[in-house]
């Protein structure tokens, strides 16, 4: 087999076999395959697509092309979450705890990642203390015994996802449907749980910037998923504007403990219960979804979920106190006040420059050696919809230094208003299951 035939035939429109998708995997990831044939091969498929036959085909191969995690130690049916990605997104740390209070087991792995906010990994490390590196022993102890683990991924997971997607970042070649699937899906596959929830965010701030690109790709993780016997349900959640009121990385801890405690942040707490009552039904502990909205609602109220956090927390290594009373959680020296200097209706708040503001701060590495700084972060005062007058404070930038203009430009350049009213964005578009 010649990998020139294949990318010939992709380039052609023509649909790939078992044996030329495999031939390429194996043979990129050996290093037998160069990157000039890989990333032709990669533009093809952005043009010419997959069949979901082939799509599923790819993901398997980079399932294979490295380790898989045993998670059969674990007691109980293992379901995990993975989001497409969006500012403000602290979702795990109010799902993980909530699906645990159900007693639920969650045992999931991530990353630190390049981008605008630290990863979920750097969240955690606000709390002094907080261990990430945990022996696959000690995760998988810590699931049996608190229901939850978020820890740092351990093996050598789909390798050649990891290549490829590296390749993608540099060749143009990241926004294609299948190719995003299966590097998602060939993640969560390795990873080893029993049921997934993707919620696969849509809009400005989002991958997939239009509803019916959002719900192509959710159908395609789903599927794969489903056909390789975990059972997927897929969120097409909004991220027209950040989730939630604050960005950066003890600031998110910070309001995914508010939440836990009984807090009413409207988006944020609706998409957490969205999507841990969809988990938890997929792991057999409710019948209906209602159920389990219904009961994890009251495990917000009475302090269950809290509990569940403070348990895990505790068990990682991490300080509670700072919990507990976040104010003892790292601090930005200075909290500056960006205000407006037009009127109107909040009509944009561009998600991707909210972040890139955030990341100027500090709280995100635009270089993957970069230090993260946990205590800055960016409070939004204003969302979509909301009524603003002149001089009213947009955000609250939390800074260490005192002046923070770049920050302060990409903030002017995320919001936009309308003279009329404006309505909030729909939160939940679609739910495929
Ligand atoms: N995230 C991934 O892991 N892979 C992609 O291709 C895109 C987003």
């Known amino acids: 087999m010649r990998m020139v035939d294949i990318i010939h035939k992709k380039r052609n ?21 160069p990157d000039y044939q890989a990333s032709a091969l990669m533009m093809a498929i952005y043009f010419q697509g ?3 036959r082939e799509t599923a085909l790819l993901t398997k191969a980079m399932v294979d092309s490295g380790e898989t995690i045993d998670l059969s130690a674990i007691q109980g049916h293992k ?19 909530l699906v645990a209070s159900a007693n639920v087991p969650v045992a999931k792995m991530s990353g630190r990642g390049l981008g605008h906010t630290g990863g979920t990994l ?9 261990n990430i590196e945990l022996t696959k022993e000690q995760f998988i102890h810590n699931v049996n ?31 294609s449907i299948p190719l995003i699937a ?9 990873s080893g749980a029993d049921s997934i929830v993707l919620d696969v965010k849509t809009g400005s701030g989002a991958f997939m910037k239009t509803l019916e690109d959002s719900k192509a790709l959710a159908k395609e993780m789903t599927a794969i998923g489903n056909n390789l016997g975990r059972k997927t349900v897929a969120i097409i959640s909004d991220m027209n504007q950040p989730l939630g009121f604050e960005i950066g990385n003890a600031n998110e801890i910070k309001e995914a403990v508010a939440i836990l405690q009984g807090a009413k942040v409207e988006d944020l707490r609706r998409l957490s219960l969205e ?7 997929l792991a057999g502990a409710f019948e209906h979804y209602k159920q389990a909205y ?21 068990a990682q290594g991490g300080n509670a106190d700072m919990i507990d009373d976040v104010s003892k959680l790292p601090q930005a020296k200075h909290h500056i006040q960006v205000k407006s200097d037009t009127e109107g209706y909040v009509a944009e708040i561009d998600a991707e420059s909210i972040g890139t503001a955030a990341m100027y701060l500090g709280a995100g590495r635009a270089t993957k050696d970069d230090k993260i700084n946990h205590g800055v972060g960016i409070t939004l005062k204003k969302k979509i919809g909301d009524e603003v007058k002149k001089g009213d404070v947009l955000v609250t930038l939390h800074a260490n230094k005192e002046n923070p203009e770049d920050s302060i430009r990409k903030i002017a350049e995320a919001y936009r208003f309308s003279d009329e009213p404006v309505e909030s964005p729909t939160l939940i578009h679609l739910v495929i299951q």
């Open 13 to 33: 429109g023509k649909e790939l076999m078992e044996e030329e998708i495999r031939f390429f995997i194996e043979g990129y990831t050996k290093g037998d395959i």
């Open 50 to 52: 997959m069949v979901p």
């Open 79 to 97: 379901v995990d979450k993975h989001s497409t990605g969006g500012v403000g997104d602290k979702v795990t740390f109010i799902v993980g705890p």
């Open 122 to 130: 750097d969240k955690l490390e606000s709390i002094e203390g907080f």
């Open 145 to 175: 015994q608190h229901k939850l683990s978020i820890a740092g991924q351990t093996g050598n997971l789909a390798p050649a996802d990891k290549k490829l997607y590296a390749l993608r970042d540099v060749t143009a070649t990241v926004e």
């Open 182 to 190: 299966g590097s998602i899906m060939s993640k969560k596959l390795a």
């Open 275 to 281: 999507i841990a009552s969809h988990m938890t039904v």
């Open 294 to 314: 219904k009961t994890l609602e009251q495990h917000l109220e009475n302090g269950k979920a809290y509990e569940a956090f403070r348990q895990f927390v505790i």
